[in-house]
Protein backbone atom coordinates (compact mmCIF):
# COMPACT_ATOMS: atom_id res chain seq x y z
CA UNK A 1 0.00 0.00 0.00
CA UNK A 2 1.52 3.51 -0.90
CA UNK A 3 0.94 6.70 -2.01
CA UNK A 4 2.91 8.35 -4.62
CA UNK A 5 2.93 12.38 -5.20
CA UNK A 6 4.46 12.79 -8.69
CA UNK A 7 5.14 16.05 -10.73
CA UNK A 8 2.29 14.15 -12.78
CA UNK A 9 -0.01 13.80 -10.53
CA UNK A 10 -0.63 11.75 -7.24
CA UNK A 11 -1.90 7.79 -7.42
CA UNK A 12 -2.06 5.55 -4.75
CA UNK A 13 -4.01 2.61 -3.11
CA UNK A 14 -7.73 3.51 -1.61
CA UNK A 15 -7.83 2.74 2.19
CA UNK A 16 -5.47 2.80 5.26
CA UNK A 17 -3.67 5.82 6.54
CA UNK A 18 -3.43 9.39 5.25
CA UNK A 19 -0.11 10.01 3.55
CA UNK A 20 0.71 6.91 3.12
CA UNK A 21 -2.33 5.76 0.75
CA UNK A 22 -4.80 7.48 -1.48
CA UNK A 23 -7.77 8.18 2.01
CA UNK A 24 -10.67 10.40 1.23
CA UNK A 25 -8.29 13.31 3.19
CA UNK A 26 -5.36 12.60 0.36
CA UNK A 27 -7.71 13.34 -2.81
CA UNK A 28 -9.06 16.86 -1.50
CA UNK A 29 -5.69 18.17 -0.16
CA UNK A 30 -4.26 17.28 -3.92
CA UNK A 31 -7.72 18.23 -5.52
CA UNK A 32 -7.40 22.06 -3.04
CA UNK A 33 -3.92 22.26 -4.20
CA UNK A 34 -4.97 21.81 -7.87
CA UNK A 35 -7.67 24.24 -7.47
CA UNK A 36 -5.13 26.65 -6.06
CA UNK A 37 -2.63 26.18 -8.38
CA UNK A 38 -4.94 27.55 -10.95
CA UNK A 39 -6.35 30.24 -9.33
CA UNK A 40 -3.06 31.47 -8.59
CA UNK A 41 -2.11 30.76 -12.62
CA UNK A 42 -4.92 32.39 -13.89
CA UNK A 43 -5.35 35.15 -11.28
CA UNK A 44 -5.41 38.08 -14.22
CA UNK A 45 -9.14 36.81 -14.56
CA UNK A 46 -10.18 38.28 -11.37
CA UNK A 47 -13.58 37.82 -10.06
CA UNK A 48 -14.50 35.67 -13.07
CA UNK A 49 -15.24 31.87 -12.36
CA UNK A 50 -13.08 29.04 -13.40
CA UNK A 51 -13.42 25.74 -15.10
CA UNK A 52 -12.58 22.22 -14.49
CA UNK A 53 -13.28 19.55 -16.78
CA UNK A 54 -13.65 15.86 -14.51
CA UNK A 55 -13.99 12.42 -15.66
CA UNK A 56 -12.93 9.31 -14.74
CA UNK A 57 -12.56 5.53 -15.44
CA UNK A 58 -14.64 2.77 -13.92
CA UNK A 59 -12.41 1.69 -11.12
CA UNK A 60 -14.88 1.05 -8.37
CA UNK A 61 -13.35 3.39 -6.41
CA UNK A 62 -14.22 5.85 -9.12
CA UNK A 63 -17.51 7.61 -7.89
CA UNK A 64 -16.08 7.92 -4.32
CA UNK A 65 -12.96 9.64 -5.34
CA UNK A 66 -14.99 11.78 -8.49
CA UNK A 67 -17.52 13.61 -5.63
CA UNK A 68 -14.68 14.06 -3.24
CA UNK A 69 -12.65 16.04 -6.11
CA UNK A 70 -15.35 17.69 -7.70
CA UNK A 71 -16.49 19.28 -4.22
CA UNK A 72 -13.76 20.25 -3.54
CA UNK A 73 -13.40 22.38 -6.58
CA UNK A 74 -16.61 23.54 -6.03
CA UNK A 75 -15.65 25.07 -2.38
CA UNK A 76 -12.94 26.56 -4.04
CA UNK A 77 -15.62 28.95 -6.19
CA UNK A 78 -14.49 26.77 -9.33
CA UNK A 79 -16.95 25.41 -11.71
CA UNK A 80 -17.14 21.79 -12.69
CA UNK A 81 -18.30 20.52 -16.23
CA UNK A 82 -18.55 16.68 -14.75
CA UNK A 83 -18.48 14.22 -17.81
CA UNK A 84 -19.39 11.06 -15.29
CA UNK A 85 -17.68 8.07 -16.84
CA UNK A 86 -14.99 8.96 -19.43
CA UNK A 87 -11.82 8.20 -20.95
CA UNK A 88 -8.44 10.41 -20.80
CA UNK A 89 -8.07 11.33 -24.30
CA UNK A 90 -11.82 11.82 -23.98
CA UNK A 91 -11.35 14.60 -21.20
CA UNK A 92 -8.77 16.26 -22.78
CA UNK A 93 -10.03 16.95 -25.94
CA UNK A 94 -12.94 18.54 -23.73
CA UNK A 95 -10.90 20.91 -22.01
CA UNK A 96 -10.10 23.09 -25.16
CA UNK A 97 -13.84 22.49 -26.45
CA UNK A 98 -15.35 23.45 -23.06
CA UNK A 99 -12.87 26.84 -22.96
CA UNK A 100 -11.89 25.63 -19.38
CA UNK A 101 -9.14 26.58 -17.59
CA UNK A 102 -7.72 22.74 -16.67
CA UNK A 103 -8.82 19.10 -16.48
CA UNK A 104 -8.76 16.15 -14.24
CA UNK A 105 -9.14 12.67 -15.25
CA UNK A 106 -9.66 10.12 -12.21
CA UNK A 107 -7.82 6.97 -13.41
CA UNK A 108 -4.36 4.64 -11.94
CA UNK A 109 -4.01 4.04 -15.45
CA UNK A 110 -2.80 0.41 -15.80
CA UNK A 111 -2.93 -0.20 -11.96
CA UNK A 112 -4.47 -2.91 -10.45
CA UNK A 113 -8.28 -2.45 -8.94
CA UNK A 114 -6.74 -1.06 -5.80
CA UNK A 115 -5.46 2.30 -7.05
CA UNK A 116 -6.91 5.24 -8.03
CA UNK A 117 -5.22 8.54 -8.98
CA UNK A 118 -5.83 12.38 -10.04
CA UNK A 119 -4.38 12.86 -14.04
CA UNK A 120 -3.76 16.55 -13.86
CA UNK A 121 -4.10 19.18 -17.13
CA UNK A 122 -3.69 22.32 -18.31
CA UNK A 123 -5.73 24.55 -20.49
CA UNK A 124 -4.83 23.22 -23.52
CA UNK A 125 -6.24 19.65 -22.35
CA UNK A 126 -2.03 18.16 -22.21
CA UNK A 127 -0.26 17.31 -19.25
CA UNK A 128 1.55 19.73 -16.89
CA UNK A 129 4.92 20.50 -16.80
CA UNK A 130 7.68 18.93 -13.98
CA UNK A 131 7.63 22.93 -12.81
CA UNK A 132 3.86 23.16 -12.59
CA UNK A 133 3.40 19.96 -10.92
CA UNK A 134 6.09 20.82 -8.29
CA UNK A 135 4.20 24.37 -7.20
CA UNK A 136 1.17 21.82 -6.84
CA UNK A 137 2.83 19.80 -4.40
CA UNK A 138 4.25 22.65 -2.48
CA UNK A 139 1.31 24.10 -1.70
CA UNK A 140 -0.20 20.66 -1.09
CA UNK A 141 2.44 20.70 1.55
CA UNK A 142 1.67 24.06 2.61
CA UNK A 143 -1.82 23.15 2.66
CA UNK A 144 -2.02 26.83 1.13
CA UNK A 145 -6.05 26.88 0.37
CA UNK A 146 -8.12 29.80 0.46
CA UNK A 147 -11.51 28.48 0.14
CA UNK A 148 -15.04 30.13 -1.39
CA UNK A 149 -17.94 32.26 0.93
CA UNK A 150 -20.92 30.62 0.63
CA UNK A 151 -22.52 33.34 -2.26
CA UNK A 152 -19.25 32.21 -4.30
CA UNK A 153 -19.14 28.27 -4.52
CA UNK A 154 -18.75 26.89 -8.00
CA UNK A 155 -21.22 24.73 -9.84
CA UNK A 156 -21.51 21.22 -11.39
CA UNK A 157 -22.47 20.88 -15.03
CA UNK A 158 -22.95 17.61 -15.97
CA UNK A 159 -22.11 16.55 -19.66
CA UNK A 160 -22.71 13.00 -20.49
CA UNK A 161 -22.12 13.66 -24.43
CA UNK A 162 -18.69 13.72 -24.46
CA UNK A 163 -17.63 10.13 -25.56
CA UNK A 164 -19.77 10.51 -29.19
CA UNK A 165 -18.07 13.92 -29.07
CA UNK A 166 -14.44 12.12 -28.75
CA UNK A 167 -16.07 9.90 -31.88
CA UNK A 168 -17.29 12.72 -34.06
CA UNK A 169 -14.21 14.20 -33.61
CA UNK A 170 -12.37 10.66 -34.70
CA UNK A 171 -14.19 10.11 -37.67
CA UNK A 172 -13.79 13.42 -39.10
CA UNK A 173 -9.59 13.26 -38.75
CA UNK A 174 -8.49 13.54 -42.83
CA UNK A 175 -6.76 10.38 -42.69
CA UNK A 176 -9.83 7.91 -41.55
CA UNK A 177 -11.39 6.92 -44.27
CA UNK A 178 -15.25 5.16 -42.23
CA UNK A 179 -16.46 4.45 -45.56
CA UNK A 180 -13.58 2.19 -46.70
CA UNK A 181 -13.73 0.35 -43.47
CA UNK A 182 -17.70 0.10 -43.96
CA UNK A 183 -16.59 -1.95 -47.13
CA UNK A 184 -14.30 -4.39 -45.61
CA UNK A 185 -17.04 -5.74 -43.55
CA UNK A 186 -14.05 -6.49 -40.51
CA UNK A 187 -14.97 -8.58 -37.46
CA UNK A 188 -13.14 -7.50 -34.42
CA UNK A 189 -12.61 -8.69 -30.49
CA UNK A 190 -12.78 -5.83 -27.84
CA UNK A 191 -11.55 -6.45 -24.46
CA UNK A 192 -12.23 -3.63 -22.31
CA UNK A 193 -11.13 -4.73 -19.37
CA UNK A 194 -14.50 -3.82 -17.56
CA UNK A 195 -14.05 0.36 -17.60
CA UNK A 196 -14.29 2.90 -19.81
CA UNK A 197 -13.08 1.40 -22.87
CA UNK A 198 -15.67 -1.13 -23.53
CA UNK A 199 -18.22 1.42 -24.07
CA UNK A 200 -16.46 4.03 -26.17
CA UNK A 201 -14.17 1.49 -28.42
CA UNK A 202 -16.96 -0.70 -29.60
CA UNK A 203 -19.16 2.48 -30.54
CA UNK A 204 -16.13 3.88 -32.45
CA UNK A 205 -15.92 0.31 -34.38
CA UNK A 206 -20.10 -0.04 -34.91
CA UNK A 207 -19.63 3.68 -36.17
CA UNK A 208 -17.06 2.27 -38.42
CA UNK A 209 -19.06 -0.32 -40.05
CA UNK A 210 -17.18 -3.02 -37.94
CA UNK A 211 -19.08 -6.22 -36.70
CA UNK A 212 -17.89 -5.96 -32.91
CA UNK A 213 -17.53 -9.37 -30.39
CA UNK A 214 -17.60 -7.85 -26.57
CA UNK A 215 -15.18 -9.36 -24.30
CA UNK A 216 -14.96 -7.63 -20.93
CA UNK A 217 -16.96 -4.58 -21.72
CA UNK A 218 -19.28 -4.18 -18.92
CA UNK A 219 -18.36 -0.93 -17.18
CA UNK A 220 -18.35 -1.59 -13.13
CA UNK A 221 -14.72 -1.63 -12.40
CA UNK A 222 -14.13 -5.13 -11.51
CA UNK A 223 -11.08 -5.50 -13.78
CA UNK A 224 -10.58 -9.68 -15.24
CA UNK A 225 -7.36 -10.04 -15.17
CA UNK A 226 -4.57 -7.68 -14.46
CA UNK A 227 -5.18 -4.41 -16.38
CA UNK A 228 -1.85 -3.51 -18.21
CA UNK A 229 -2.04 -5.08 -21.30
CA UNK A 230 0.44 -7.17 -21.41
CA UNK A 231 1.07 -10.72 -23.50
CA UNK A 232 0.78 -12.87 -20.39
CA UNK A 233 -2.20 -10.99 -18.87
CA UNK A 234 -4.60 -11.45 -22.52
CA UNK A 235 -5.01 -15.72 -22.85
CA UNK A 236 -8.53 -14.89 -23.39
CA UNK A 237 -8.88 -12.34 -25.96
CA UNK A 238 -5.71 -14.44 -27.97
CA UNK A 239 -8.02 -17.44 -28.15
CA UNK A 240 -11.37 -15.61 -28.58
CA UNK A 241 -10.16 -14.00 -31.64
CA UNK A 242 -8.90 -17.15 -33.31
CA UNK A 243 -12.44 -19.41 -32.24
CA UNK A 244 -14.56 -15.98 -33.87
CA UNK A 245 -12.12 -16.22 -36.83
CA UNK A 246 -11.71 -12.25 -36.08
CA UNK A 247 -9.77 -9.77 -38.63
CA UNK A 248 -8.18 -9.07 -34.92
CA UNK A 249 -8.26 -8.06 -30.99
CA UNK A 250 -8.21 -4.43 -29.66
CA UNK A 251 -7.27 -4.30 -25.97
CA UNK A 252 -7.15 -1.35 -23.81
CA UNK A 253 -6.34 -0.03 -20.70
CA UNK A 254 -9.46 1.24 -18.25
CA UNK A 255 -8.33 4.78 -18.89
CA UNK A 256 -8.18 4.15 -22.82
CA UNK A 257 -5.01 5.96 -23.62
CA UNK A 258 -2.87 2.76 -24.08
CA UNK A 259 -3.84 0.34 -27.34
CA UNK A 260 -2.37 -3.04 -27.91
CA UNK A 261 -3.65 -5.30 -30.68
CA UNK A 262 -4.06 -9.11 -31.38
CA UNK A 263 -3.27 -10.95 -34.92
CA UNK A 264 -5.56 -12.71 -36.42
CA UNK A 265 -3.75 -15.72 -35.78
CA UNK A 266 -3.94 -14.77 -32.24
CA UNK A 267 -0.95 -13.95 -31.31
CA UNK A 268 0.18 -10.32 -29.66
CA UNK A 269 0.66 -8.04 -32.82
CA UNK A 270 3.07 -6.53 -29.84
CA UNK A 271 2.20 -2.76 -28.12
CA UNK A 272 5.40 -1.28 -29.43
CA UNK A 273 4.10 -1.72 -32.58
CA UNK A 274 0.81 -0.24 -32.46
CA UNK A 275 2.85 2.98 -32.51
CA UNK A 276 4.97 1.81 -35.47
CA UNK A 277 1.99 0.50 -37.61
CA UNK A 278 -0.12 3.42 -37.38
CA UNK A 279 3.02 5.70 -37.62
CA UNK A 280 3.88 3.51 -40.92
CA UNK A 281 0.11 4.54 -42.85
CA UNK A 282 0.43 8.46 -41.29
CA UNK A 283 4.13 9.15 -42.65
CA UNK A 284 2.91 7.27 -46.36
CA UNK A 285 0.60 10.25 -46.65
CA UNK A 286 2.15 12.99 -44.59
CA UNK A 287 5.92 12.42 -44.40
CA UNK A 288 7.76 14.02 -41.09
CA UNK A 289 9.50 13.07 -38.07
CA UNK A 290 8.77 10.79 -35.13
CA UNK A 291 9.42 10.75 -31.94
CA UNK A 292 8.98 8.02 -29.03
CA UNK A 293 10.19 7.73 -25.56
CA UNK A 294 13.52 5.85 -24.50
CA UNK A 295 12.06 2.57 -23.51
CA UNK A 296 10.44 2.30 -26.71
CA UNK A 297 11.42 0.36 -29.87
CA UNK A 298 14.16 0.80 -32.49
CA UNK A 299 11.58 -0.17 -35.03
CA UNK A 300 10.04 3.60 -34.92
CA UNK A 301 13.34 5.00 -36.35
CA UNK A 302 13.59 2.89 -38.73
CA UNK A 303 9.92 3.14 -40.36
CA UNK A 304 10.46 6.72 -40.07
CA UNK A 305 13.81 7.10 -41.59
CA UNK A 306 12.37 4.86 -44.59
CA UNK A 307 9.92 7.84 -45.03
CA UNK A 308 12.83 10.09 -45.07
CA UNK A 309 11.72 11.40 -41.73
CA UNK A 310 13.91 11.90 -38.07
CA UNK A 311 13.30 10.06 -35.10
CA UNK A 312 14.38 11.32 -31.62
CA UNK A 313 14.11 9.91 -28.05
CA UNK A 314 12.75 11.44 -25.37
CA UNK A 315 12.66 11.08 -21.49
CA UNK A 316 9.67 9.26 -20.53
CA UNK A 317 6.32 10.47 -19.24
CA UNK A 318 3.94 11.63 -22.28
CA UNK A 319 4.92 15.06 -21.04
CA UNK A 320 8.51 14.52 -21.91
CA UNK A 321 7.45 13.43 -25.86
CA UNK A 322 4.73 15.84 -26.22
CA UNK A 323 7.48 18.67 -25.37
CA UNK A 324 9.81 16.77 -28.12
CA UNK A 325 7.26 16.28 -30.73
CA UNK A 326 6.66 19.98 -30.23
CA UNK A 327 10.15 21.36 -30.80
CA UNK A 328 10.77 18.71 -33.70
CA UNK A 329 7.13 19.30 -35.45
CA UNK A 330 6.65 15.65 -35.23
CA UNK A 331 3.90 14.26 -37.38
CA UNK A 332 3.13 11.15 -35.12
CA UNK A 333 4.80 9.89 -31.34
CA UNK A 334 4.29 8.58 -28.40
CA UNK A 335 4.73 5.52 -26.48
CA UNK A 336 5.76 2.23 -26.68
CA UNK A 337 3.22 0.78 -24.46
CA UNK A 338 0.83 1.27 -26.88
CA UNK A 339 0.27 5.01 -26.73
CA UNK A 340 -0.21 7.19 -29.88
CA UNK A 341 0.09 11.10 -29.75
CA UNK A 342 -1.47 12.25 -33.04
CA UNK A 343 -1.44 16.39 -33.17
CA UNK A 344 -3.97 16.87 -35.49
CA UNK A 345 -6.23 15.49 -33.17
CA UNK A 346 -4.34 16.56 -29.91
CA UNK A 347 -1.07 16.25 -27.82
CA UNK A 348 -2.41 13.45 -25.65
CA UNK A 349 -2.03 9.86 -26.38
CA UNK A 350 -5.36 8.19 -27.69
CA UNK A 351 -6.31 4.59 -28.42
CA UNK A 352 -9.34 6.15 -30.45
CA UNK A 353 -7.18 7.91 -33.14
CA UNK A 354 -4.58 5.03 -32.73
CA UNK A 355 -7.82 2.39 -33.47
CA UNK A 356 -9.74 4.62 -36.40
CA UNK A 357 -6.12 5.06 -38.02
CA UNK A 358 -4.91 1.66 -37.85
CA UNK A 359 -8.28 0.13 -39.35
CA UNK A 360 -7.68 2.89 -42.33
CA UNK A 361 -4.73 1.25 -42.89
CA UNK A 362 -5.55 -2.30 -42.70
CA UNK A 363 -8.68 -1.71 -44.86
CA UNK A 364 -5.94 -0.05 -47.88
CA UNK A 365 -3.84 -3.38 -47.46
CA UNK A 366 -4.51 -6.26 -49.13
CA UNK A 367 -2.64 -8.05 -46.18
CA UNK A 368 -3.95 -9.45 -42.86
CA UNK A 369 -3.09 -8.03 -39.34
CA UNK A 370 -0.47 -10.96 -39.13
CA UNK A 371 1.60 -10.19 -42.67
CA UNK A 372 1.76 -6.68 -41.54
CA UNK A 373 3.24 -7.14 -38.48
CA UNK A 374 5.54 -9.36 -40.18
CA UNK A 375 6.41 -6.65 -42.33
CA UNK A 376 8.11 -4.55 -39.67
CA UNK A 377 11.76 -4.90 -38.41
CA UNK A 378 12.04 -7.73 -36.02
CA UNK A 379 12.80 -6.73 -32.55
CA UNK A 380 11.61 -8.26 -29.46
CA UNK A 381 11.74 -6.53 -26.42
CA UNK A 382 11.38 -8.31 -22.53
CA UNK A 383 9.28 -6.06 -19.80
CA UNK A 384 10.81 -6.76 -15.86
CA UNK A 385 10.77 -4.72 -12.59
CA UNK A 386 12.23 -5.13 -9.28
CA UNK A 387 10.34 -4.11 -6.52
CA UNK A 388 11.76 -1.48 -4.54
CA UNK A 389 12.05 -1.15 -0.47
CA UNK A 390 12.98 2.35 1.35
CA UNK A 391 16.79 0.90 2.06
CA UNK A 392 17.43 0.72 -2.00
CA UNK A 393 19.51 4.32 -2.93
CA UNK A 394 18.48 3.57 -6.59
CA UNK A 395 20.42 6.70 -7.57
CA UNK A 396 23.91 4.73 -6.12
CA UNK A 397 22.43 1.71 -8.20
CA UNK A 398 22.07 3.37 -11.31
CA UNK A 399 25.31 5.31 -10.99
CA UNK A 400 27.73 2.10 -10.46
CA UNK A 401 26.27 0.82 -13.26
CA UNK A 402 26.80 3.45 -15.48
CA UNK A 403 30.24 3.44 -14.31
CA UNK A 404 30.37 0.14 -14.87
CA UNK A 405 29.80 0.39 -18.73
CA UNK A 406 30.92 3.54 -19.37
CA UNK A 407 32.89 2.35 -22.22
CA UNK A 408 29.53 1.75 -24.22
CA UNK A 409 27.05 4.18 -25.31
CA UNK A 410 25.38 5.45 -22.29
CA UNK A 411 21.98 8.04 -21.96
CA UNK A 412 21.30 9.35 -18.65
CA UNK A 413 18.18 11.65 -19.29
CA UNK A 414 16.13 8.93 -17.64
CA UNK A 415 17.68 6.37 -15.75
CA UNK A 416 20.28 4.70 -17.67
CA UNK A 417 19.81 3.24 -20.99
CA UNK A 418 23.22 1.10 -22.33
CA UNK A 419 22.99 1.05 -26.07
CA UNK A 420 25.01 -2.18 -27.15
CA UNK A 421 25.58 -2.68 -30.69
CA UNK A 422 22.41 -4.89 -31.81
CA UNK A 423 20.75 -4.36 -28.38
CA UNK A 424 19.73 -2.08 -25.57
CA UNK A 425 18.87 -2.01 -22.02
CA UNK A 426 17.60 1.00 -19.66
CA UNK A 427 16.86 0.82 -16.16
CA UNK A 428 14.87 3.70 -14.35
CA UNK A 429 12.79 4.07 -11.57
CA UNK A 430 9.34 4.71 -12.06
CA UNK A 431 7.27 7.30 -11.83
CA UNK A 432 3.94 5.90 -10.92
CA UNK A 433 5.24 2.27 -8.99
CA UNK A 434 7.77 2.03 -6.05
CA UNK A 435 9.70 -0.44 -8.59
CA UNK A 436 12.69 -0.14 -11.27
CA UNK A 437 12.02 -1.20 -14.27
CA UNK A 438 14.70 -2.89 -16.74
CA UNK A 439 13.39 -2.92 -20.59
CA UNK A 440 15.52 -4.40 -23.00
CA UNK A 441 15.13 -5.13 -26.38
CA UNK A 442 17.23 -7.38 -28.95
CA UNK A 443 16.59 -9.20 -32.48
CA UNK A 444 15.36 -12.46 -30.63
CA UNK A 445 13.14 -12.95 -27.80
CA UNK A 446 15.53 -15.11 -26.44
CA UNK A 447 18.76 -12.39 -26.74
CA UNK A 448 16.15 -10.33 -25.10
CA UNK A 449 15.50 -12.26 -21.93
CA UNK A 450 18.85 -13.11 -21.54
CA UNK A 451 19.81 -9.47 -21.84
CA UNK A 452 17.41 -8.10 -19.02
CA UNK A 453 17.61 -11.27 -16.82
CA UNK A 454 21.50 -10.64 -16.97
CA UNK A 455 20.72 -6.96 -15.76
CA UNK A 456 18.10 -8.51 -13.24
CA UNK A 457 20.79 -10.02 -11.50
CA UNK A 458 23.41 -7.44 -11.66
CA UNK A 459 20.56 -3.92 -9.93
CA UNK A 460 19.91 -7.35 -7.37
CA UNK A 461 23.56 -7.54 -6.16
CA UNK A 462 24.60 -4.18 -6.25
CA UNK A 463 21.28 -3.37 -4.38
CA UNK A 464 22.16 -6.11 -1.92
CA UNK A 465 18.62 -7.82 -2.52
Known amino acids: ?33 YGSFLKIRHASKGNERLKVVIGRDARISGPMIHNLVMNTLVGLGIDVIDLGLSTTPTVEIAVPLEKADGGIILTASHNPKQWNALKLLNEKGEFLSGKEGELILEIAENEAFDFSDVDNLGEVIENNAYMDIHIDEVLELPLVDAD ?50 LKEHLGDICKLVVAEKADFGIVVDPDVDRLAFISNDGEMFGEEYTLVAVADYVLSKTPGNTVSNMSSSRALRDITEKHGGTYQASAVGEVNVVELMKKTNAIIGGEGNGGIIYPTSHYGRDSMVGVALFLTYLANQDKTVAEIRASYPQYYMSKNKIELTPQIDVDNVLATLTEKYKSENITTIDGVKIDFPTEWVHLRKSNTEPIIRIYTEAPTQSEADILAERFVKELKEIAGI
Open 180 to 229: LVKTKKFKVVVDGVNSSGGIIIPNLLEQMGVEVVKLYCEPNGHFPHNPEP
Open 1 to 33: MTLIKSISGIRGTIGGAVGDNLTPVDAVKFASA
